[in-house]
């Protein structure tokens, strides 16, 4: 027998079910607020794939009112012909088996609004329940800012690499290690060295040894944030093994945080400009008949020799010759100015075959020329002047005289002179000798 119901407990109970239903309504507009707040567009489709929810942004970005939206296919509002009969079969497929290639994924899709115009989302899908109680949860991002900064982006690489490319200078990426990660075809001719094998090598492979240490010194600046790029002249091994000059730009990329990333090498080929710099200055310092220096770079050496003995107080002797040829003006006179230029070069010869390295022998003038002779006792010069002038006598037409001044601490100034005297000794003495202490 059925327990009858009491007129309060009626109350009660309807009571409770009127709370109940109040809360879901509740949270019913809740869920609906949260949902068109949001920034992606939200489409809630049952088991058969129609709309049952849309939500704001889902009418601001494809055009479809919640009322337009409600109960049709979301396959007829925003997938594209040639995509709606697989999205239908993926959406059957999972209701019948679970398995979906779509659902609990992201993927990047195209869809179409109301309009006809397509854009580019990225569509999230999920699924809750099964059977007829299945529903699918699909929030819909516009990726039409991003595919356009792409774009952008994608054209301005195309625009590097054309730039990268066609560059009439080198162009290198290099690694912190000193890697070229990549190279153009500018600095392929300019090192004569295929990009497969340049981006095998490092910076420090091609560098002439002489200019390493600095050029790693400068990088290593750069790397640690103390300049933002440096330039320098800098020799270069070609393939085939000959020398190139070469002008280097380096710079530094980093990334957001400041950290480097890679090094930015230009490298231009100035291997024409070097030689024609060398040209000029052995113009500008070498004597243009016999190929010792001139009267200039000697005197400049004179003084470089000066302030080094000063800077490092040393009391190490040097000595200066001055040397005459005798009887230039009578080989002149009798054979002629071809056969005086002759004698002076076969003279300039002979006695640089007997010189140092360290030693710098200049033409002063016509008939004249001088030796620095660094680190040379008088003993020393005694000795090398009297070889000159035996060694001049049995090769030439003719003979020198030779003047010796040695140099001590605070002794450069007037050793030109002191030297130029003894000469004029040693002249009057018959010539074909020299003379000093």
Same mark, same amino acid.
């Given at each position: 027998m059925?327990?009858?119901?009491?007129?309060?407990?009626?109350?009660?109970?309807?009571?409770?079910?009127?709370?109940?239903?109040?809360?879901?309504?509740?949270?019913?507009?809740?869920?609906?607020?949260?949902?068109?707040?949001?920034?992606?567009?939200?489409?809630?489709?049952?088991?058969?794939?129609?709309?049952?929810?849309?939500?704001?942004?889902a009418?601001?970005?494809?055009?479809w009112?919640?009322?337009?939206?409600?109960?049709?296919?979301?396959?007829?509002?925003?997938?594209?012909?040639?995509?709606?009969?697989r999205?239908?079969?993926?959406?059957?497929?999972?209701?019948?088996?679970?398995?979906?290639?779509?659902?609990?994924?992201?993927?990047?899709?195209?869809?179409?609004?109301?309009?006809?115009?397509?854009?580019?989302?990225?569509? @999230?899908?999920?699924?809750?329940?099964? $059977?007829?109680? #299945?529903? !699918?949860? =699909?929030? /819909?991002? *516009?990726?039409?800012?991003?595919?356009?900064?792409?774009?952008?982006?994608?054209?301005t690489?195309?625009?590097?690499?054309?730039?990268?490319?066609?560059?009439?200078?080198?162009?290198?990426?290099?690694g912190l290690?000193?890697?070229?990660?990549?190279?153009?075809?500018?600095?392929?001719?300019?090192?004569?060295?295929?990009?497969?094998?340049?981006?095998?090598?490092?910076?420090?492979?091609?560098?002439?040894?002489?200019?390493l240490?600095?050029?790693?010194?400068?990088?290593?600046?750069?790397?640690?944030?103390?300049?933002?790029?440096?330039?320098m002249?800098?020799?270069?091994?070609?393939?085939?093994?000959?020398?190139?000059?070469?002008?280097l730009?380096? @710079?530094?990329?980093?990334?957001?945080? $400041?950290?480097? #990333?890679? !090094?930015? =090498?230009? /490298?231009? *080929?100035?291997?024409?400009r070097?030689?024609?710099?060398?040209?000029?200055?052995?113009?500008?310092?070498?004597?243009?008949?016999?190929?010792?220096?001139?009267?200039?770079?000697?005197?400049?050496?004179?003084?470089?020799?000066?302030?080094?003995?000063?800077?490092?107080?040393?009391?190490?002797?040097?000595?200066?010759?001055?040397?005459?040829?005798?009887?230039?003006?009578?080989?002149?006179?009798?054979?002629?100015?071809?056969?005086?230029?002759?004698?002076?070069?076969?003279?300039?010869?002979?006695?640089?075959?007997?010189l140092?390295?360290?030693?710098?022998?200049?033409?002063?003038?016509?008939?004249?020329?001088a030796?620095?002779?660094?680190?040379?006792?008088?003993e020393?010069?005694?000795?090398?002047?009297?070889? #000159?002038?035996?060694?001049?006598?049995?090769?030439?037409?003719?003979?020198?005289?030779?003047?010796?001044?040695?140099i001590?601490?605070?002794?450069?100034?007037?050793?030109?002179?002191?030297?130029?005297?003894?000469?004029?000794h040693?002249?009057?003495?018959?010539?074909g000798?020299f003379?000093?202490?």
């Amino acid at each position: 027998m059925d327990t009858p119901v009491r007129k309060g407990d009626a109350v009660e109970c309807n009571g409770h079910q009127f709370a109940e239903n109040a809360s879901l309504r509740a949270l019913d507009h809740l869920s609906r607020q949260a949902l068109d707040s949001a920034v992606d567009a939200y489409a809630g489709m049952d088991s058969s794939g129609r709309v049952v929810e849309w939500n704001r942004a889902a009418i601001r970005t494809f055009g479809w009112t919640r009322e337009e939206a409600v109960g049709r296919l979301l396959t007829e509002l925003i997938v594209t012909p040639d995509w709606r009969e697989r999205v239908r079969q993926d959406m059957r497929r999972y209701a019948e088996t679970g398995e979906s290639p779509v659902v609990g994924r992201t993927t990047a899709q195209v869809v179409c609004r109301k309009d006809g115009s397509e854009l580019p989302v990225e569509v @999230s899908v999920n699924a809750v329940g099964s $059977g007829t109680g #299945l529903t !699918f949860h =699909a929030f /819909i991002r *516009d990726m039409t800012e991003l595919s356009e900064a792409r774009a952008a982006q994608r054209g301005t690489e195309a625009v590097f690499q054309a730039v990268f490319d066609n560059a009439p200078i080198g162009i290198a990426i290099v690694g912190l290690d000193g890697t070229f990660r990549k190279v153009n075809e500018a600095l392929c001719r300019i090192t004569g060295y295929p990009e497969h094998e340049l981006t095998r090598m490092t910076f420090q492979d091609l560098t002439f040894p002489d200019d390493l240490d600095n050029d790693v010194y400068e990088a290593s600046r750069l790397l640690r944030g103390e300049i933002t790029s440096y330039q320098m002249d800098k020799r270069y091994y070609a393939k085939e093994g000959h020398i190139i000059w070469v002008h280097l730009s380096g @710079s530094m990329v980093r990334d957001a945080d $400041g950290q480097p #990333l890679n !090094f930015i =090498a230009h /490298i231009e *080929d100035v291997s024409a400009r070097k030689r024609d710099e060398q040209l000029l200055h052995r113009q500008a310092t070498r004597d243009p008949l016999t190929g010792v220096f001139n009267r200039a770079r000697f005197e400049e050496e004179l003084a470089r020799q000066r302030a080094l003995a000063s800077r490092h107080e040393y009391d190490e002797e040097a000595a200066i010759f001055m040397i005459d040829l005798d009887g230039l003006k009578r080989i002149n006179d009798r054979y002629g100015h071809a056969a005086g230029d002759d004698y002076l070069k076969n003279v300039t010869e002979t006695i640089s075959h007997r010189l140092r390295l360290s030693d710098i022998f200049a033409r002063i003038g016509g008939d004249e020329f001088a030796v620095l002779l660094p680190h040379t006792s008088a003993e020393q010069a005694q000795k090398l002047a009297h070889t #000159l002038v035996d060694l001049v006598r049995m090769n030439s037409v003719g003979t020198v005289s030779i003047g010796i001044a040695m140099i001590g601490p605070g002794q450069f100034d007037d050793a030109l002179e002191r030297a130029d005297q003894a000469m004029y000794h040693a002249k009057k003495q018959g010539g074909g000798g020299f003379y000093g202490p």
